[in-house]
């Protein structure tokens, strides 16, 4: 059982940056493939980045590739989301999800993650 609470959410103006935390309580946290996916106003959830319990490989969504980073301090049991470049585009609320794997090598792009956060609001305005 993990539990994810994020962080680091707000209003932004286009071009800004901003970096979201996401963090889990209990052990094993490299045990975990972590994923961050965003939600629209009126629109499907989706991907945005995912990385592997060891940190070692990442994936992200290609609207967010060259300006979206995800990366993880397995010691503080935290995954972040540095976010440059910032576009109206971008607004969302943003979840934190987190899936088990002892390997520490897979990667996850799909809704198949056993916990999520509450999620952070983000608002990018012109």
């Known amino acids: 059982q993990v539990q994810l609470l994020e962080s680091g959410g707000g209003l932004v103006q286009a071009g800004d940056s901003l970096r979201l935390s996401c963090a889990a309580s209990g052990r094993r946290f490299s045990s975990y493939v972590m994923g961050w996916f965003r939600q629209a106003p009126g629109k499907e959830r989706e991907f945005v980045a995912t990385?592997?319990?060891?940190?070692?490989?990442?994936y992200y969504a290609d609207s967010v590739k060259g300006r979206f980073t995800i990366s993880r301090d397995n010691a503080k049991n935290t995954v972040y989301l540095q976010m440059n470049c910032l576009k109206p585009e971008d607004t969302a609320v943003y979840y934190c999800?987190?899936?088990?794997?002892?390997?520490?090598?897979?990667?996850?792009?799909?809704?198949?993650?056993?916990?999520w956060g509450q999620g952070t609001p983000v608002t990018v305005s012109l």
């Open positions: 999800a987190a899936d088990w794997d002892p390997t520490g090598w897979r990667v996850i792009m799909k809704s198949d993650y056993d916990y």
């Open positions: 990385i592997s319990g060891s940190g070692g490989i990442t």
